[in-house]
């Protein structure tokens, strides 16, 4: 059986996720298609809009046969991070032939090239990266200067072709773009795992990642997610909500609108905003400094924005400077709230990435891809929560301990409180879709 694995958040699943399924099944001709999906915090340092339950719904819905987890250590990390844990998942399960990915460039061979230069750093590279970082560059500014001074000064090969200015620009343009940026690290995780796992890539369409622009139809998803708040702020209703309507396939729509109708639903980063500001009030600044993404004298930075500050927004908006953006402060704090240390994530690094495989649904193609798994797979793979403590491996039990406080925090966030009982990954089984 052919297999595609798409790696995905799905913060909510909209119609241009829907396309994106359609395309790696048709692409590549698979006849089964994995999911690796993000835990309840994402990529951009948040907690996502529904559950990962929920959106494990919308996968199946969708036209995904198995839908895995990407735990929570990795689904809320740079993007280095993500993509290494993702790809670790997905070269581990013995069975995938592709990886399909959205891009804004829809072209391979640029993102091969950036790709090819960051999983093998050159010296050359690593001397102009690190002079960037000490001019106070952020690290995607300073690594995208690094590539092209590398790019130009050695004369480099791109693709197939010697070098010239037009493919130099169109690389360096690539690396700017965020759905190219994760495409890039997913492309750099299977070289340096030298896996057989072929990437393929369908350009991005309808509105950028980062719009706000309400469009008829294919808006982005941080468009669909400012629109359900700025109706949850006014106390409206979703019912009938054109806009919904014309972004959402019916059944997605119909699984977000259960979500809130019970409750456990729309999530915002606001509502964790106290526990935010206490915990950052009275850590000492060497508990702060332990945290993922740190540098010296941040620690000093984000406590005195926590002491200033009296809601979410304006503690990001304090500490964010042109050297730490937004995203490396959000999943500072939420690191904060989960109990991630940069001691943690270093661990996981140094031992590859993932420590097992987390079944979270599936439907009939799906036990049959589960099937061969367990004959093939690399690490362990969970169906039953409760017997993780069974692992034999005590990083996999660590980390999905971590998933557990992890999860225990975000149902804090739902907006009824009776929906707010910890221990939920303990007693949640697999979602069998027939």
């Known amino acids: 059986m052919s297999v595609v694995g798409i790696i995905s958040e799905y913060n909510p699943l909209h119609l241009g996720h829907l396309h994106h399924i359609k395309y790696a099944r048709k692409a590549t001709n698979a006849q089964g298609c994995i999911c690796i999906l993000s835990s309840n915090f994402v990529q951009r340092g948040e907690p996502a809009i529904v559950s990962k339950w929920a959106r494990i719904q919308m996968a199946l819905f969708s036209g995904a046969d198995l839908v895995l987890e990407l735990p929570s250590a990795f689904s809320c990390a740079s993007a280095e991070y993500f993509s290494s844990g993702a790809v670790s998942i997905l070269q581990s399960l013995g069975v995938v032939d592709y990886l399909c990915f959205g891009s804004e460039e829809g072209n391979i061979d640029a993102l091969e090239t950036a790709a090819e230069q960051f999983a093998y750093e050159s010296e050359s590279f690593k001397k102009t990266l690190k002079n960037g970082l000490s001019e106070g560059l952020s690290y995607a500014v300073a690594r995208q200067k690094a590539l092209e001074t590398v790019l130009i000064n050695n004369n480099s090969k791109i693709g197939p072709n010697d070098y010239n200015d037009t493919k130099v620009n169109n690389v360096i343009s690539a690396i700017g773009k965020p759905n190219n940026i994760l495409g890039i690290e997913y492309i750099k995780a299977l070289k340096r795992l ?35 708040q700025d109706v949850f702020n006014s106390n409206s209703s979703y019912n009938q909500d054109t806009f919904l309507n014309n972004n959402l396939s019916k059944e997605c729509l119909k699984v977000l609108l259960d979500e809130f109708s019970s409750g456990r639903g729309p999530v915002f980063p606001e509502a964790f905003e106290s526990m935010l500001l206490y915990a950052f009030r009275i850590k000492s600044a060497d508990e702060i400094c332990s945290l993922p993404y740190m540098e010296e004298g ?136 027939k």
């Open 298 to 433: 941040l620690e000093n930075r984000l406590k005195e924005a926590a002491m200033e500050s009296i809601s979410y927004n304006e503690l990001v908006r304090k500490t964010v400077t042109k050297r730490y953006p937004a995203s490396r402060i959000k999943r500072i704090l939420f690191s904060m709230l989960t109990g991630m240390t940069g001691e943690f994530l270093n661990e996981l690094k140094n031992n590859g990435y993932s420590q097992y495989i987390r079944v979270l649904g599936f439907n009939e193609t799906g036990r049959a891809l589960l099937s061969e798994m367990k004959k093939r797979a690399t690490l362990p793979i969970i169906t039953k929560p409760a017997s993780y403590n069974e692992l034999d491996n005590k990083l996999s039990v660590k980390l999905f301990e971590h998933e557990a406080r992890a999860t225990d925090a975000y149902v804090l966030g739902y907006p009824v409180p009776k929906e707010r009982i910890g221990g939920m990954e303990f007693i949640t089984s697999p979602i069998y879709f």
């Open 194 to 228: 030298k896996s057989p796992i072929k990437p393929v890539t369908i350009k991005r369409i309808g509105e950028d990642y980062n719009s706000l622009e309400r469009a008829s139809t294919h808006s982005s998803a941080t468009a669909i997610r400012k629109h359900i």
